[in-house]
């Protein structure tokens, strides 16, 4: 089954870190870009970062830049977010998200949520 | 930084009903432009990519229009499972959604 499946969520104090993780499976995850998305509860949806297939380049929404890093095991077929000095608006719903090469979603996990507060 | 901007951001209609959601682009995108439903609770789910171009296995109901900076997408006759959050998404520009449109039955 062609799937997306995030893990890493839960509840972190202001300033804390957290590393995301979505594991691809049923098709050639080495052959597609992938991003982060995230929905803040009761929001809509902010795209937040996006990898290349090989991993070498990476791009960032504002918000999240010198925070955030994307990056990928296309070996074991995962892709990460690793988030620091997180703040309360970073609480959201993080979806991991198969990058069509125009730039679209065309597969979505299931999304794990981040808590940030104290 | 390209805005998208939707409207209405809430429609109500009834099943068989025709209705259409609009986004307007900042500045040009050319066709770089997609659709997405979500229900509560679920992750969103590509209709339209392209503009204009259905995704596979999405309901021919639904249709998408437009380029440059302003576009639209019309559901030709409501299915009880269409009352659900759209949002448009460019990606001519780092990638940008909308505010949202949420279809609710009259």
């Known amino acids: 089954e062609v799937q997306l499946v995030e893990s890493g969520g839960g509840l972190v104090q202001p300033g804390g870190s957290l590393r995301l993780s979505c594991t691809a499976s049923g098709f050639t995850f080495s052959f597609y870009w992938m991003s982060w998305v995230r929905q803040a509860p009761g929001k809509g949806l902010e795209w937040v970062a996006n990898i290349r297939t090989d991993g070498n380049d990476n791009q960032y929404v504002d918000s999240v830049k010198g925070r955030f890093t994307i990056s990928r095991d296309n070996a074991k077929n995962l892709l990460y977010l690793q988030m620091s000095s997180l703040r309360v608006d970073d609480t959201a719903f993080y979806y991991c998200?198969?990058?069509?090469?125009?730039?679209?979603?065309?597969?979505w996990g299931r999304g794990t949520l981040v808590t940030v507060s104290s | 930084d390209t805005q998208m901007t939707q409207s209405p951001s809430t429609l109500s209609a009834s099943v068989g009903d025709g209705v259409s959601i609009t986004c307007r682009a900042s500045?040009?995108?050319?066709?770089?432009l997609a659709w997405y439903q979500q229900k509560p609770g679920k992750a969103p789910n590509l209709l339209i990519y392209e503009a204009s171009s259905l995704q596979n296995g999405v309901p021919s109901r639904f249709s998408g229009s437009g380029s440059g900076t302003e576009f639209t997408l019309t559901i030709s006759s409501l299915q009880p499972d269409d009352f659900a959050t759209y949002y448009c998404?460019?990606?001519?520009?780092?990638?940008?959604f909308g505010q949202g449109t949420k279809l609710e039955i009259k």
């Open positions: 998200a198969r990058d069509h090469v125009g730039g679209y979603f065309d597969l």
């Open positions: 500045q040009s995108i050319s066709s770089r």
């Open positions: 998404q460019q990606y001519n520009d780092f990638k940008t």
